[in-house]
């Protein structure tokens, strides 16, 4: 069954380096996502992706996040100077098909865990 | 101020109880409900979701059940098993304009006990 593949599977860094996560979404998806999770807490909306570019965003999603596809197969997230609060759980996400038809087309990776010291 | 920790409510069930886990939402114009299943270090599993003109959905060994007139949704798992041990998440899919969004609620730890 395809996956979603993130890496790394921990990061641990100092607050205020730059930090980039990395998900490669199933061959054929057009839509991509980040979501984050902070330990113990629900999952959050940061960012959706589609056609090279942003769809929407959360408040989450500020100045110090970017998103970026670099070469049609990764979909990366960078968080520019990391923040005590940025550690979490970060899952990518991706669809073929757009949210409207329905969850059950978006598959989540593993997630990313970020540790801010 | 804010607490921080896990305050996630809990079920414990004894394998081969039937298990009810419940949700309140808030936004009436979701398209659709969902229930996710994550299992620790994983990410989150669709599991089932509702269309929201449906009441009621039935998958294998789970059903998913819709009263909009009070906002709950919940999640029956018949004949629970260990390894249905995880947290449950309920979510839903809502347009804020041309764009739809994936929204998630409070999880919820079940506990299989064998």
């Known amino acids: 069954e395809p996956e979603v593949t993130q890496t790394p599977s921990h990061q641990v860094t100092q607050m205020g380096q730059e930090v980039i996560l990395r998900c490669v979404p199933i061959?054929?998806?057009?839509?991509f996502y980040w979501y984050r999770q902070i330990l113990g807490q629900k999952v959050e909306f940061l960012v959706s992706f589609y056609n090279n570019e942003i769809s929407e965003k959360s408040e989450i999603f500020d100045d110090q996040f970017s998103v970026e596809r670099p070469d049609g197969s990764n979909f990366t997230l960078k968080i520019r100077s990391t923040k005590l609060e940025d550690s979490a759980m970060y899952f990518c996400a991706s669809s073929e098909l757009p949210l409207r038809v329905g969850a059950n087309v978006l598959t989540f990776g593993a997630g990313s865990r970020l540790t801010v010291l | 101020g804010e607490s921080v920790g896990l305050h996630l409510p809990t079920l414990s069930v004894q394998e081969g109880d039937n298990s009810i886990i419940n949700c309140a939402y808030s936004n009436s114009a979701s398209d659709y409900f969902i229930w996710y299943k994550q299992e620790s270090g994983k990410g989150p599993q669709f599991i089932i979701d509702?269309?929201?003109?449906?009441d009621k959905r039935q998958g294998q060994r789970v059903t998913v059940l819709l009263n909009k007139t009070v906002k709950h949704l919940s999640l029956q798992i018949a004949a629970t098993q260990p390894g249905d041990s995880a947290v449950y998440f309920c979510?839903?899919?809502?347009?804020?304009?041309?764009?739809?969004?994936?929204?998630f609620g409070k999880g919820t730890l079940l506990t299989v006990n064998p």
């Open positions: 509702i269309r929201s003109n449906m």
């Open positions: 061959s054929n998806h057009l839509y």
């Open positions: 979510a839903e899919i809502s347009s804020g304009g041309s764009n739809y969004k994936l929204t």
